[in-house]
């Protein structure tokens, strides 16, 4: 599987090392509501709060990696517009292990790597209006809730704290097969107290954030191009 070069970011020269023949599909994880659980409460929330796992019927025991395969790097890709995708990388380097948030441009450009969730994390990659209207795009009410969830861990953003945006999450978290007190859970994902990002503000599509491939300033800014091509194609514009 080819992710637009993505898999060049880690070629040391190891001849053992074949990205690309690991990357695959992981699409059967959709599926499982304990994985949805594991996902959000390790990437989003403390690790200490059962709720994401009581509302999935999930044990709050599991790991993420309980579900994701150890052996290759999963894919999940959610459609954009034009032709490209967003994709989702579960990253199962050994000692430096993590999900990795791409645009795939398509048309032969390369991958825009805009989030990572790991000890170094990068990001946030999507403000809230750029993830609901990604999630908007969708087909149908399964394949919106799951591009919404599957994508909350990249974005962070002060616009998200709202009703409204709370209201969307636990929608989505329904779809997908929560019970109880989804509302609260729902809640604690739009939070100003997840992990890695919180509540980031956005001016013009550029997050205030040092760690932010997106932020110009950022340590880790994307080149001019690919932050151009990002925002028209994250725009919540034309839904």
Not at 96 to 103: E, F, P, T
Request: hydrophobic fraction near 45%.
């Amino acid at each position: 599987m080819d992710l637009g070069g993505y898999q060049n970011l880690f070629d040391d020269g190891d001849p053992d090392r074949d990205v690309a023949a690991l990357l695959t599909d992981g699409r059967r994880l959709l599926g499982m509501p304990g994985f949805w659980a594991c996902y959000l409460r390790t990437l989003m929330v403390s690790d200490a709060d059962d709720l994401l796992a009581t509302v999935w019927n999930a044990s709050a025991d599991d790991d993420l990696y309980d579900y994701v395969d150890p052996d290759r790097w999963e894919v999940l890709r959610v459609p954009l517009r034009d032709g490209a995708e967003l994709a989702v990388v579960f990253r199962n380097l050994d000692e430096d292990s993590g999900v990795d948030y791409l645009i795939l441009p398509g048309g032969g450009a390369p991958a825009i790597l805009i989030a990572s969730v790991d000890g170094h994390q990068s990001g946030p990659g999507l403000s809230w209006p750029e993830l609901a209207g990604v999630a908007a795009r969708q087909d149908d009410p399964v394949r919106r809730a799951r591009a919404l969830l599957l994508l909350a861990p990249a974005f962070g953003d002060a616009a998200a704290g709202t009703p409204e945006a709370v209201a969307l999450i636990t929608e989505a978290m329904r779809t997908l097969g929560a019970t109880g007190d989804v509302g609260r859970a729902a809640a604690a994902l739009a939070s100003d107290e997840v992990d890695f990002w919180g509540h980031i503000t956005w001016e013009n599509g550029v997050p205030d954030s040092d760690l932010a491939p997106r932020n110009p300033k950022s340590v880790f800014a994307l080149p001019e191009p690919d932050h151009l091509r990002a925002e028209r194609l994250l725009s919540p514009n034309d839904i």
